[in-house]
């Protein structure tokens, strides 16, 4: 199994073009996350998936858009970069959603987007 | 929404025990204690998690006070590889959705 997988590790943006972040889990998964950590912080929720065809928004939604069209991946859209969403960021996926408490989620590498 | 405060860094011995705080004083009942630790840059890695009762596993143990307000996380022999930031985590299930509340985490240096 390769786990949680995203595509691409690293990209460089310029302020207001548009990029897709790809993630794929071959976990059979039901639950994906999409998270953001900034330099010396935690992690932070934008976007979830509690299962395909289906999205939600987390803390931090603005500027990010998700499709959930097959169950094992979900991508994480920015349709016009900015500065401020230079971050790593980093997908998961859960066999139970995390509000039940009793399962783990499994990360990604992560891709580190810097948007000048 | 619980919350969870940490230590931001601390040390340890190579082979001594890590024992990383955690308080969640506004945890309520049906809530769990995840840990998880990010080493470098590399995606979080799970630990462990509990609801009530201590737990241990091939990793780590975790102590959860009898009131639920507060935990420890233990690495009974720390080596050079458990240097990481160590975050403690209460799963939420928010309004609308879920939620994940990350702390700034413990940055747990191991020293030879």
């Known amino acids: 199994n390769a786990g949680v997988t995203q595509t691409p590790k690293f990209r460089v943006l310029k302020t207001g073009q548009s990029m897709t972040l790809l993630c794929a889990q071959d976990m059979n998964h039901e639950y994906m996350y999409w998270y953001r950590q900034d330099p010396g912080m935690g992690l932070r929720l934008i976007h979830y998936s509690v299962g395909e065809g289906t999205t939600a928004k987390g803390e931090v939604p603005d500027g990010y858009n998700v499709s959930r069209l097959k169950k094992q991946n979900f991508l994480l859209g920015l349709e016009s970069a900015a500065p401020s969403q230079t971050s790593v960021y980093f997908c998961?996926?859960?066999?139970?959603?995390?509000?039940?408490?009793?399962?783990?989620?499994?990360f990604g590498p992560g891709t580190r987007l810097t948007v000048t | 929404d619980a919350k969870t405060t940490q230590p931001p860094s601390m040390d340890c011995a190579e082979g001594r025990a890590a024992n990383l705080p955690c308080n969640h004083s506004?945890?309520?009942?049906?809530?769990?204690v995840y840990w998880y630790r990010q080493i470098h840059s590399q995606g979080p890695q799970y630990i462990i998690h509990g609801l009530k009762n201590n737990e241990t596993n091939e990793m780590a143990s975790l102590i959860i006070t009898e009131d639920r307000k507060s935990s420890t996380l233990i690495l009974p022999h720390a080596t050079l590889r458990d240097t990481a930031v160590y975050y403690c985590?209460?799963?939420?299930?928010?309004?609308?959705?879920?939620?994940?509340?990350f702390g700034a985490g413990t940055r747990l240096f191991v020293k030879a």
């Open positions: 506004t945890i309520s009942g049906n809530e769990y």
């Open positions: 998961a996926s859960s066999s139970v959603g995390q509000g039940t408490g009793n399962r783990e989620q499994y």
């Open positions: 985590i209460v799963r939420v299930a928010g309004a609308g959705g879920f939620k994940t509340i």
